[in-house]
C-alpha cells in the first residue's frame, strides 16, 4: 500500500513513517520544513495549504495519515494557527474526497484551532472550576 504521511519530520510523524515503512508500505514523507533524517526515501517538502501542491502529493496514493497541523506554541498566533490548520484541514479532506482515496487517518488535539484562552481568562477560568466544586 502506498501511504502519504503529512507533518512526517514532527516528533510523532517521524514515529508513524518508520512504523508504517517496517510494516512493509511504501511511504511519501512530506512536510513543510525539510527533514534529513527522514526514515522514508521519499521525502518531500511540501505547503499543504496549497491544495494543486495537496493533489499533486495525493495522486495514486492508498491512504493518507494527516498529521500536518501546527500546535499550540509560542512561534504563532491563535489566529495563525486557525487560519493555517482550518485551510490544510480542508484541502487534505477535499483532496482525499476528489481523489476516491478510500482511507484517512487524522490525528488532532483540542488546539487545532487555536488555543483557545488568552492568559487572562485561562487564570479566571481555573480560579472559577476551583471554587465552584
Given amino acids: 500500500m502506498k501511504v502519504v504521511v503529512t507533518g512526517a519530520a514532527g516528533k510523532i510523524g517521524r514515529w508513524t513513517v518508520r512504523t508504517i515503512l517496517e510494516a512493509g508500505h511504501e511511504v511519501i514523507a512530506t512536510d513543510r520544513k525539510l527533514r534529513e533524517e527522514s526514515a522514508s526515501k521519499n521525502f518531500i517538502q511540501a505547503e499543504l495549504r496549497d491544495y494543486g501542491q495537496v493533489c499533486q502529493l495525493f ?9 500536518g497541523n501546527i500546535p499550540t506554541d509560542v512561534r504563532n498566533t491563535s489566529q495563525a494557527i486557525f487560519e493555517n490548520n482550518m485551510l490544510v484541514n480542508f484541502n487534505i479532506l477535499e483532496a482525499c474526497k476528489d481523489l476516491k482515496i478510500p482511507k484517512v487517518v487524522w490525528a488532532s488535539s483540542e488546539t487545532v484551532l487555536g488555543y483557545p484562552f488568552v492568559p487572562e481568562e485561562l487564570v479566571t477560568f481555573q480560579w472559577m472550576k476551583n471554587t465552584h466544586q
Fill in 59 to 67: 495522486t495514486g496514493c492508498d491512504a493518507v495519515v494527516h498529521l
